[in-house]
């Protein structure tokens, strides 16, 4: 890294004050009468936003921050955008900041475009001059030109962050700083921002940029920092930081549904009559000759989880105990997506098992090597049903789980590929 | 505080394009647009001029023209209120601005007193017809009109800086106290009453009284505007010194609380 740094940030730490029941800023009366006016200024309690955060990002460097909800990522950037100032440590901008932070923040309703443009220009620390002459090149980037004249009342929201996004890559700044825009607006314009972006990152400019993509993070970004509960978790290398995060997330939604399992197991002890059933909510019918007492799913060391990669090994184990012993039984699983597309379904019968006897409480377990499924949700129906299929316990979205693939190709399969190719053709792995 | 002044000096343009904002902002929709700065006090003076003529007659000799008198109080005391309460809620009602784009936020209060200075202004075609016609003699006893006129433009500008340092220190306050916008009002109400815009100071029999409203630092100015617009005297020397006293004493005082405060604006707002 021999290029001058742009953004340095040095054990960089933001807390805010809480407002709870001890508010910090109460209203004047009680600063008055409580403890006094200096007290109320001060904070009491605080909520660690951002803590020891250090990075150094270098001119012309496309920067990526990715974390989940609440992680800080936008107390950092309102940091680097000088919006807000550290509790602790330090942070050194280079040149202009430009916050896409929030699309015309400052567009008065009852004013015409064209007024609101040179406003939110200056606002943005151009000059009135300058703002005039970049004027007509604005108005041509955001494409309303037979709208500038009206207040901007009259937009549509797209039509809004247009303007916006126009005003703000037109005040040149050195570094840019992008929150989330890109999720605004129709195909087209986010294309037209995405090259707008990439155009500034060949001049040499640099880009500070916030986003729940990860595609899109992984295509742009020179390197990325992943910062979770104010922490860093990792920084470095796109492919690698993204693929920790992806993993984090997977476990975290594992957790959840785990939890989850454990309320509904619960919930639905009653016997539930039949009915066309909405997907989600579990269903259970059958004549309960032989119950179903539980059921999990295990990964390949045989402990329970319910967030796999894709091509993992995922093992249903089905617990059940029978009224009284029984030589007729029939275990089944069926996956299914949540629009209630059946994935896959099979039973012991069709995998070729003839049932002999059930004498008491029990476990199957049935065990796909393979899990080649793509991502997403899936819902898993279990039962118990006699060879003729009358069913003993029938019980529908008995466990969730979730499924992360680390490609991106699409649809509920996916299977190894091989390709090959012949003739005049030459391609290169990435 | 100096680095951040002159960081504002630097954002005049801003202060510029948002007070015309304002104002364009403020009539778009309505038939009669600016006009209505205009009309409105045009109104104001007719219905003095109805009341204190025909329903409460008879006014101190020192008052007369009421309607007038009360005029040349009242304009720039709406200014001052309509300033402070305007730049009291600047800030909680720009707050997203302020979260969003990195400018001065003393910008702010400062557009909403520059806004109110202007309607001020723009009311003062109405006051040189009602002056032209108290000196004709047609609102009742005959007015003085004279140079001391053109002590308005010092005046104006003092008042200026006074309102601004004041509405600074009620938007910091009012940053992290809610409650200020409704002490405000009835605060102003009061010191409407303290100051000498109904009456005229020297009408005050109670010497104590008296004494005590010239504590009100908005007494000088209102003395200073009824000298240049209705009696037509010159203000002393040590008046004018009083008044630029007050006037930037209450900006630096106003200045430096919000710029202490400046920090905790953008997460408190």
């Known amino acids: 890294m021999s290029a001058p740094a742009a953004v340095v940030a040095e054990g960089l730490s933001k807390s805010y004050r809480k407002w709870g029941r001890t508010r910090a800023f109460g209203t004047l009366k009680s600063a008055l009468l409580g403890r006094g006016f200096g007290a109320a200024l001060a904070p009491s309690e605080t909520v660690q936003a951002l803590s020891d955060v250090s990075f150094t990002v270098a001119r012309g460097e496309t920067f990526g921050v990715v974390g989940p909800n609440g992680c800080g990522k936008s107390t950092l950037l309102k940091l680097v955008a000088g919006l807000f100032k550290p509790t602790a440590g330090t942070i050194a901008v280079t040149g202009k900041v430009s916050a896409l932070i929030e699309l015309g923040a400052g567009f008065h309703p009852e004013i015409s475009g064209r007024e609101n443009v040179v406003i939110n220009g200056v606002m943005l620390g151009l000059t009135r001059k300058e703002i005039e002459r970049k004027l007509p090149e604005i108005v041509a980037f955001s494409g309303l030109e037979e709208f500038i004249d009206e207040p901007v009342k009259t937009y549509s929201s797209g039509m809004y962050v247009r303007l916006g996004f126009a005003v703000a890559v037109h005040v040149d700044p050195d570094v840019l700083v992008v929150d989330e825009v890109l999720a605004v607006g129709d195909e087209a314009f986010a294309h037209r921002c995405l090259d707008t972006i990439a155009d500034f990152s060949r001049r040499g400019k640099t880009i500070f940029f916030v986003s729940h993509s990860l595609a899109l993070i992984e295509e742009l970004c020179d390197r990325v920092l992943y910062l979770d509960h104010g922490k860093t978790k990792a920084l470095g290398d796109p492919r690698e930081t993204l693929a920790k995060y992806r993993m984090d997330v997977a476990n975290e939604e594992g957790a959840r549904l785990a939890r989850e399992h454990k309320e509904e197991e619960k919930i639905f002890l009653e016997e539930i009559p039949p009915s066309p059933v909405p997907v989600e909510k579990p269903r259970r019918w059958g004549s309960r000759e032989v119950e179903i007492t539980g059921c999990r799913m295990l990964d390949v060391s045989g402990a329970e989880r319910y967030a796999f990669r894709s091509g993992e090994s995922v093992t249903f184990e089905i617990a059940v105990a029978p009224r009284a012993p029984l030589s007729d039984f029939v275990f089944g699983i069926g996956i299914f997506t949540p629009e209630d597309v059946c994935v896959h379904g099979t039973n012991t019968e069709l995998d070729g098992f003839l049932p002999s006897r059930l004498d008491g409480p029990a476990v199957a377990r049935v065990t796909l090597p393979a899990c080649d499924l793509g991502t997403g949700t899936y819902l898993v129906d279990v039962a118990v049903h006699s060879r003729r299929e009358a069913p003993y316990d029938y019980w529908r979205g008995a466990c969730r789980f979730q499924v992360d693939s680390p490609d991106r190709s699409a649809g509920v399969y996916r299977p190894v590929r091989r390709w090959a190719f012949e003739g005049p053709i030459a391609l290169e792995r990435k | ?269």
């Open chain 2, 1 to 269: 505080m100096l680095k951040n002044l002159a960081s504002l000096w630097r954002h005049r343009a801003l202060v510029g394009v948002l007070v015309s904002r304002e104002l364009k902002a403020r009539y778009r929709g309505s038939v009669l647009g600016f006009f209505w700065s205009l009309l409105n006090p045009l109104l104001m003076l007719a219905v003095y001029s109805v009341v204190f003529a025909f329903i409460f007659p008879g006014r101190s000799a020192s008052t007369s023209p009421y309607a007038l008198f009360l005029f040349t109080g009242l304009l720039p005391w709406n200014w001052l209120a309509g300033g402070l309460t305007d730049a009291a809620s600047s800030l909680t009602t720009h707050g997203a601005l302020l979260k969003k784009i990195l400018f001065p936020a003393e910008v702010l209060p400062l557009v909403a007193v520059a806004a109110q200075g202007i309607h001020f202004i723009l009311a003062l075609p109405v006051l040189g017809a009602g002056l032209a016609l108290g000196a004709a003699g047609v609102l009742g006893p005959a007015v003085p009109v004279g140079w001391p006129l053109v002590q308005a433009v010092p005046l104006f500008f003092l008042e200026g800086v006074f309102v601004a340092g004041v509405g600074l220190l009620l938007a910091a306050l009012t940053v992290h106290f809610r409650d200020v916008k409704d002490i405000l009002a009835t605060g102003l109400s009061l010191w409407f009453f303290a100051t000498p815009v109904l009456y005229a100071l020297p009408d005050i029999r109670s010497e104590r009284l008296r004494a005590a409203l010239l504590w009100n630092p908005a007494t000088p100015f209102f003395e200073a505007w009824r000298d240049a617009f209705f009696r037509a005297v010159w203000v002393a020397p040590e008046r004018w010194g009083i008044l630029v006293l007050i006037s930037f004493g209450a900006f630096l005082l106003g200045y430096a609380f919000f710029d202490r405060l400046r920090d905790s604006f953008p997460e408190a707002v």
